[in-house]
C-alpha cells in the first residue's frame, strides 16, 4: 500500500488566493483528519470524516476552512480567501480505528 | 521494522494519583516521537521530543526521552477523571512517509 497520499507538497501562494489541498486515504480506511501543525500551537485536528460523512468540524478555524470527502477515496480541504497566518503543514491521516492512524506526508503551506 | 511498544495496555486509577506511561521503540532513523491524548475523538498533539534527558512539561504532564535505551515516559500528576484517555506515542517512520503509533495506553481516571 502506498499510503495517505497529500498533494501538493508544497505550496506557495499569495493573501487572497484560493488553495486546494487534497488527500486520497488508504483504501479500507473509514476514517479520514485533517491536521493542521505549527510549530507555535503543535498538531491540531480541524475535521474529520467517518464513512465520507463530516463528524466533527470544531476545529476548522472560521468559514475560509471548508473540506469536502465526495467518495472513499479522497477528499479536499480548501482555503478561501488564503492568509498568512494559514501558513503550516496540513497532515491528512486516515485509520481503520479511531485511535490508530497513518499520516501522509503532509503539505507545506506559505502564504506571501 | 520501526515498531513501538506502550505500556501497560490499560490502567484504571482514582483521581489524585500519578501515573507514569511507558513507550519504548526501535526504528531505524530516529528524528522525534510524539506523544498524543485521544479521548472519543481523534489523537491532540502532546508533546513532541527529540534530545535526550530534557523534559518537557505542560501543567500536570511531563514527558522525556532516552534515546540511549530506546524508551520515553509520559508523566500525570494529581490525575483528573479528564485524564482519562488513550495515550499513544508515535514516531515519523524510517521513511518519513508515516507515523508510527504504539497501540496506546488506556488510561481510567475514577473519581
Known amino acids: 500500500d502506498a499510503g495517505v497520499i497529500q498533494s501538493p507538497r508544497h505550496e506557495v501562494t499569495e493573501m487572497g488566493q484560493e488553495v486546494t489541498l487534497r488527500c486520497k486515504p488508504i483504501?479500507?480506511?473509514?476514517?479520514l483528519f485533517w491536521y493542521r501543525q505549527t510549530m507555535m500551537r503543535g498538531l491540531e485536528l480541524l475535521i474529520y470524516?467517518?464513512?465520507?460523512?463530516?463528524?466533527?468540524d470544531s476545529g476548522m478555524p472560521e468559514d475560509r476552512f471548508s473540506a469536502k470527502m465526495p467518495n472513499a477515496s479522497f477528499s479536499t480541504l480548501k482555503i478561501q480567501p488564503s492568509e498568512p497566518r494559514d501558513s503550516a503543514v496540513y497532515f491528512c491521516?486516515?485509520?481503520?480505528?479511531?485511535?490508530?492512524?497513518?499520516f501522509g506526508p503532509g503539505t507545506r503551506l506559505t502564504v506571501l | 521494522e520501526d515498531k513501538v511498544v506502550q505500556s501497560p495496555l490499560s490502567l484504571v486509577v482514582h483521581e489524585g494519583d500519578t501515573v507514569t506511561l511507558n513507550c519504548s521503540y526501535e526504528?531505524?532513523?530516529?528524528?522525534?516521537l510524539l506523544w498524543y491524548k485521544q479521548e472519543k475523538k481523534a489523537p491532540t498533539f502532546l508533546f513532541m521530543l527529540?534530545?535526550?534527558?530534557i523534559e518537557k512539561k505542560s501543567g500536570r504532564l511531563s514527558s522525556i526521552l532516552d534515546k540511549k535505551e530506546l524508551f520515553s515516559i509520559l508523566n500525570i500528576t494529581a490525575t483528573q477523571t479528564g485524564d482519562s484517555a488513550v495515550y499513544l506515542c508515535?514516531?515519523?517512520?524510517?521513511?518519513?512517509?508515516?507515523?508510527?503509533f504504539g497501540p496506546g495506553t488506556r488510561l481510567s481516571v475514577l473519581p
Open positions: 470524516f467517518n464513512n465520507n460523512v463530516p463528524i466533527d
Open positions: 491521516a486516515s485509520s481503520k480505528l479511531e485511535n490508530e492512524q497513518f
Open positions: 483504501s479500507g480506511h473509514d476514517y
Open positions: 526504528v531505524t532513523n530516529f528524528r522525534s
Open positions: 508515535a514516531f515519523p517512520d524510517n521513511y518519513g512517509q508515516n507515523f508510527v
Open positions: 527529540t534530545s535526550s534527558g
